[in-house]
């Protein structure tokens, strides 16, 4: 079974409106999670390292006031995308790695879509 | 910095026909991961194989295999008689490893294609 959960899988949202996308580890504790976004038949680019009960450390060109990224627990962290426009439609997908494993565990990925 | 290359964009080929994706890496680690996912069109990214940094060992799992190649940065993936089912974007990824061993953030390749007709 999946051991990173995202919800939701698919999302419509209007231009203008904030939508959060959730991104869950299931039985284990993750105090770091990583948000990629993937725009159509593109690769995977990091956005932002989630870090638990600390600010996110964002990459070079994503904006932080844009995208929030909360990590208040050690299982869960959440996306919200802020005033919203057709060009952040994308999947938006999570991972999560368990400490001193190098396994790493991805969400299912959540598609946005803002119209 | 770290940066993956997949040179090919997209391959077609006949059901049954191998094919090997190609993958080169560079990084200034000398712990780091190498991944291959396989992405159908849900999305979804799906793990096919990791590789520690010191293990050039290649693998064969069914009709896949992987040849690791530290010498020329390289971690080729080869499908053997190719499936319809095997149609899909695949991804060659690569993360450094945090002291405690821990895989971390991933750069990935651009992709390839992969459109495997009967």
């Known amino acids: 079974g999946a051991v990173v959960s995202q919800h939701p899988s698919r999302v419509i949202c209007k231009s203008g409106t904030s939508v959060k996308i959730e991104c869950r580890s299931l039985?284990?504790?993750?105090?770091?999670m990583f948000w990629y976004r993937q725009f159509p038949k593109q690769s995977l680019m990091l956005m932002a390292t989630?870090?638990?009960?600390?600010?996110?450390?964002?990459e070079q060109g994503v904006e932080k006031d844009k995208f929030l990224i909360n990590h208040a627990s050690l299982t869960l962290s959440t996306l919200t995308v802020t005033s919203a426009h057709p060009e952040d439609s994308s999947f938006y997908i999570c991972?999560?790695?368990?400490?001193?494993?190098?396994?790493?565990?991805f969400g299912e990925g959540s598609w946005l879509t803002v119209v | 910095a770290q940066k993956v290359t997949q040179a090919q964009t997209e391959i077609s080929v006949v059901e049954k026909e191998d094919v090997t994706l190609d993958c080169v890496y560079e990084?200034?680690?000398?712990?780091?991961?190498l991944f291959w996912y396989k992405q159908p069109p849900s999305g979804e990214l799906v793990f096919l194989i990791r590789?520690?940094?010191?293990?050039?060992q290649n693998e064969i799992s069914g009709r896949y295999s992987w040849n690791f190649q530290k010498s020329t940065s390289s971690f080729n993936f080869t499908i053997t008689a190719s499936q319809v089912v095997d149609s899909a974007v695949y991804f060659c990824?690569?993360?450094?490893?945090?002291?405690?061993?821990?895989?971390?953030?991933?750069?990935f390749g651009t992709g390839t294609r992969l459109q495997v007709t009967l």
């Open positions: 991972s999560a790695s368990i400490g001193g494993r190098n396994t790493i565990y």
């Open positions: 039985d284990f504790q993750a105090t770091t």
């Open positions: 989630s870090n638990e009960g600390s600010k996110a450390t964002y």
């Open positions: 990084t200034r680690d000398t712990t780091y991961y």
């Open positions: 590789r520690n940094s010191f293990d050039e």
């Open positions: 990824a690569l993360s450094e490893a945090e002291r405690s061993g821990t895989a971390s953030k991933l750069t």
